[in-house]
């Protein structure tokens, strides 16, 4: 959850300084208007058909909360609104994102609701049927953890993997404030892999409420938002057979309660952002950090200090090979004050070094939106696409996009898998496409849509890059793809 600092004073202030001002073009697509939800917290998601899936926390005819999707153009529709089952057994107050699954459809978690009232994970189709896959319950009756905050993450094995941030009955587990990772299957069978605070004093971490990230061999990455050596949140590992490793404790002075996970970097570092904490002197906790830290665990941070925002949430890599990000305050927006509390986008590179490229607030009563609290997303189109928790013509969010030139690409789903096995890929303006390789092996391919291209992992593909090329010049995937 999205920890405030501790005065606004400070916000003012650095709300009027204009040297960091960007000058680019922010486009809202859409705005939220309580009917169709109110404040999202998550990142969007892409679909097969090339729009954008998300949730909002609040809103929809209950105010339970919604699944959205909205056109590159701006339409936005309303496919589900929670709590429309009687006790909200279909859950409510999703604050996750969604994960697009192989068979088309979406797949998240509610942080409440369900049948015994702590939470659901759940599938949804892009017209907007859902069905509940489970309900968590509380640890004295199931011991598997409830209210799950992050969404889902598909796994290279075709299976989600998820968090609960609390309970789940680790051997020192005092306060709830425990959680933990379980494996669910499409048809909803779920599995428990890790309980949090199963060593002496929470030292392997608590709370995990990000997303999760898996590397080529497995191996799943994420924070904690409690527990460690210090108390303040980790970055931690855990193995395919369950085994937890932590590859960092933060202290205050590197962040304070991680609420954003990892994404991977050059060099297979892992890069992340902490909302608070850090060494900068304007903020009297700190504004926030961003980091990065090797798989052996080796440490770096760089500050938020201002005027290049303040509290950032989480990071996307993007195809120019630098990360992106918002932060919830801070920037240069012509109408920011106490009530406004601004936002920005920024740019982080690898080395470390954060510039601001968007301040939120610069129309008239926010209109263009403030206070983005969820990571980007960059479309197959090359731009970025996000949220705002509030702003926009009914202050209650907005959906943007911003264009900086980036270089369209393809991604595929799953992100790995077995020769001759089935692969969608996705893209823009595919229609046309002359062909198709797995690291410079070619595939038959055959094209459904101007967003997508069916494909098989042709025999003698090894990993690599997926390449189509297309009447527009050749598309490449950012994710490189795994043959098993």
Not at 205 to 225: F, H, K, R, V
């Amino acid at each position: 959850m999205k920890r405030l600092p501790n005065t606004f004073a400070a916000i003012i202030l650095f709300c009027t300084i204009s040297a960091f001002a960007s000058t680019q073009t922010l486009t809202t697509l859409a705005n939220f208007n309580g009917t169709n939800g109110s404040g999202s917290y998550s990142a969007l998601t892409q679909g097969f058909d090339g729009n954008f899936y998300g949730t909002t926390e609040r809103g929809g005819t209950s105010n339970g909360g919604t699944v959205f999707n909205v056109t590159p153009s701006g339409t936005l529709t309303t496919i589900y609104e929670f709590c429309s089952e009687a006790n909200c057994s279909d859950g409510e107050y999703p604050r996750g994102g969604l994960a697009v699954g192989s068979d088309r459809n979406f797949y998240g978690t509610t942080q409440a609701g369900g049948a015994k009232r702590v939470g659901s994970a759940f599938k949804v189709t892009p017209l907007g049927n859902l069905t509940t896959l489970h309900s968590f319950c509380l640890r004295e009756y199931c011991g598997e953890g409830d209210s799950p905050i992050a969404g889902l993450l598909l796994g290279r094995d075709g299976n989600f993997y998820g968090t609960t941030a609390y309970d789940g009955t680790g051997a020192y587990c005092e306060y709830g404030t425990c959680g933990t990772l379980f494996k669910i299957t499409a048809s909803g069978t779920l599995t428990g892999v890790y309980k949090f605070c199963s060593q002496l004093h929470c030292s392997d971490g608590g709370s995990p409420e990000a997303t999760l990230l898996q590397d080529g061999d497995g191996s799943l990455y994420g924070t904690t938002a409690q527990g460690g050596a210090n108390g303040l949140g980790t970055v931690f590992k855990i193995a395919h057979d369950g085994t937890l490793a932590t590859l960092h404790s933060f202290d205050g002075l590197d962040g304070v309660f991680p609420s954003a996970g990892v994404v991977p970097g050059p060099g297979g570092s892992l890069y992340g952002t902490m909302g608070t904490g850090g060494t900068s002197d304007f903020c009297l906790e700190g504004c926030g950090t961003a980091y990065r830290i090797t798989r052996q665990g080796v440490f770096a941070t760089e500050n938020f200090a201002g005027t290049n925002g303040v509290s950032p949430s989480g990071l996307i890599r993007a195809t120019d090979g630098n990360f992106y990000g918002t932060t919830y305050y801070g920037g240069s927006g012509t109408q920011c004050d106490a009530e406004y509390n601004c936002g920005t986008i920024f740019r982080l590179t690898p080395q470390g070094q954060i510039t601001t490229i968007y301040s939120f607030c610069v129309e008239a009563g926010c209109t263009d939106g403030f206070s983005p609290d969820a990571a980007l997303v960059e479309g197959t189109d090359g731009n970025l696409y996000g949220t705002t928790s509030a702003g926009g013509t009914n202050n209650l969010g907005t959906v943007f996009v911003l264009n900086l030139g980036l270089a369209p690409f393809v991604e595929t789903i799953p992100t790995s898998g077995n020769v001759h096995a089935s692969v969608a890929i996705l893209g823009t303006n595919l229609t046309g496409a002359s062909s198709v390789s797995f690291n410079g092996t070619p595939a038959s391919f055959t094209v459904v849509s101007s967003s997508e291209i069916t494909t098989m992992v042709p025999t003698g593909a090894t990993t690599g890059t997926v390449q189509v090329t297309t009447p527009g010049g050749a598309l490449l995937s950012i994710v490189v793809f795994g043959v098993r």
